[in-house]
């Protein structure tokens, strides 16, 4: 594409003259390869120039364009469209045969289709012109290593990989189209400059007056992006690789066999072959609109297809994250794959900016650095934050990490604290985190409370900014491979509107108490129980929100007791098994053991059963479950009748009590820490 400049019609010329030129004010772009080829024409450095792209990407238009330049030059346009011509040599002369004398320039499109005939046109077609003609091939696959291999062709040879247009020239072309102002950043964003997906939403905008809010949303589109991006595909399991490749945001042969099995060197082979995929350091990947095309047509054709995909990618780069959890570098990357899967959730996406992540990083403090963070947050945050700031550098200087560019130059930074009560010092912002700990379920031994005290970014009107992306980055890598956690507290400077969707997205409540002010600014904090809601609960969640489930905000926290609270509350629940109304009250009601019961009562007189029936198993605690049965489950009138009924002493009974009671106490603390799932030791 690329902008005209003729005015009025008239009534001059034929047909074909009004159809260019109404061609030519739709044309925008591409400035550079015009330009290159005007030079050729003026000076002959080159005699042929390669364009390669994939289908919709303008070629086609581009080669007209040229013509147009040919012809303003005095140099006549010869051009052959190639999927009218049979891949023969004599009929691709009949086709590019000069109409009359003089200099002319040899166009040639869709020149994937003369695949029989490359060698001949590099061997004896283009020797045979003129010294002065310029030829040009356009087609989606790149040249053939011979053009590459031959000496000779490097002198005479330019490549060029024709890319979407840039976010400037899509939106002159949308101006010129006449698309509304307000509807064409969403336009911008749905195709990412692909100039065919352009001129079918341009198409939809002047039929219907809206934008689809995303591809899939048109399906029309897609079938018709498909049809010309995506030629007939051999068979199912290409297909599939297909898919793989546009939810993955890279992918290898490694990737190929997780997803399908053996015969992935054979796809991944097949996918280099395709010209809209390119090759980068961690894999192929397809161009974004390509991505976006065969995605939304799995989700819009197969919606439970789709789901299946997700999950079985999110599993696969969750289990290599934490086979990874020692090698940063691979940890990074594959978390990155994970936030990738996400891209287009509604909430998720306005959030973080994948484009160019590769080349940021999240180091530990280097020498400098110190001073570097201090400033970044007296500048950000105020002189009072950064004084705590410096205390907790002192404290625990591996806690903070600095966000920096591919030249190493720092634009943000984050801290990640291990809060206890001996290591919180005069900091109020700490404080106030580990007092809403303290609340609402204290750490038990063992477990740690983590807290992302400090984070300063100094790109904040630029949102998604980078550092929000790594920090969210760098979050994800703490919770999929970090250590056992009680708690995640998150504090960031208050603007609940920005970050509500977003953490209730990830489960995290927000902590109304535990805000706080530092400098005259509030900082709200927003709260995780991985007691409550473990990691890989967690990842189940997120990854079917992630496909559409509803977000609702996090609910507060259960009730988190310490042992001996927990050993009380088990005495009472013991003794008020049968008394509903007393029972109502008990703390256990409310903790990690019954969550999600329709009748927390009934399954926590259930679980007690069961730990009562692991004495009845054990032979040698079987007189422990005889007096439990009578205490408890199925109670006597008094304890020393049960004493009387069970032939005891009473004080060999309360022994037997009391030893029992421990047994139950002790098997329900388990299922509180590690979930129904965990088996215990009888």
Known sequence: MGLGLEEGLGDSGTVG?????????????????????????????????FLHGPGGVGK???????????????????????????????????????????????????????????????????????ADTVVVLAGRDAPSPRWVADAGWHELLRVVSLRNLSPSETREYLSVEGVPGELRERMLELAHGHPLTLALLVDMVHRREEVPGALRAAPDIVRALLTRLVDQVPGPRHAEALQVSAHARFTTEELLRAMLGDDAGTLFHWLRTLSFVEEREFG?????????I?????????????????????????????????DERVRHQTVADIMFLSR??????????????????????????????????????????????AQWIERQPAA?????DGAGEPFGFAAYLELSETGIGDDPGARAMWEHVLRHGPPRPGESV?????????????????????????????IITGARKAWDLVAVPSERDYWDPLLSFFDFHHAAEAAFRIGGRRYDVYAHDWRDRGVDEWLALTAERELGAPVTAASPPELVLSQPEFADAVRAALRDLHRADRLAGNPLLR??????????????????????????????????????????????????????????????????????VERIAGWLWERELYGNGHQVDG
């Open 17 to 49: 003259d009004r159809l260019r030129r109404a061609r030519r004010r739709r044309f925008v772009g591409r400035g550079g390869e015009i330009e290159l080829f005007r030079g050729a024409l003026s000076d002959g450095a080159f005699a042929v120039l």
């Open 450 to 478: 983590m807290a992302w005290r400090f984070f300063v970014d100094t790109e904040p009107g630029a949102r998604p900014t980078r550092s929000e992306t790594m920090i969210r980055l760098w979050h994800g890598q703490e």
């Open 400 to 404: 903070f990490g600095v966000f920096r």
């Open 344 to 389: 287009d959730h509604p909430i998720v996406k306005g959030y973080w900016r994948l484009t160019g992540l590769g080349q940021l990083s999240a180091t530990g403090l280097r020498p400098g650095d110190a001073e570097t963070v201090l400033a970044m947050t007296r500048e950000q945050q105020g002189a009072e934050q950064a004084a705590y700031a």
């Open 294 to 326: 065969l995605d939304a047509d799995l989700r819009w054709r197969d919606p439970d297809g789709y789901a299946g995909l997700h999950r079985r990618l999110r599993a696969h780069f969750v289990e290599r994250a934490r086979r990874a959890a020692e």
């Open 591 to 660: 903790s990690r053991l019954v969550r999600g019961a329709d009748d927390p009562a009934g399954e926590l007189r259930g679980l007690v059963a069961e730990a009562a029936a692991t004495l009845r198993d054990d032979p040698r605690e079987e007189s422990l479950y005889r007096v439990v049965d009578r205490t408890f489950l199925r109670p006597a009138p008094t304890q020393e009748r049960a004493a009387e009924m069970l032939g005891l002493p009473f004080s060999t009974y309360r022994r037997h009590r009391n030893r029992a």
């Open 60 to 130: 086609s238009a581009l080669l007209g364009e040229m013509a147009e330049a040919a012809r303003q030059s005095g140099v006549t346009p010869v051009l052959v469209d190639a999927r009218t011509v049979p891949p023969e040599a004599s009929a691709f002369l009949r086709a590019a045969e000069v109409p009359g004398a003089g200099r002319y320039a040899v166009l040639i499109d869709t020149y994937e289709m003369l695949a029989p005939l490359d060698d001949w046109v590099r061997e004896q077609f283009v020797p045979g012109l003129p």
């Open 284 to 292: 192929l990947f397809p161009h974004d609109v390509v991505r976006d």
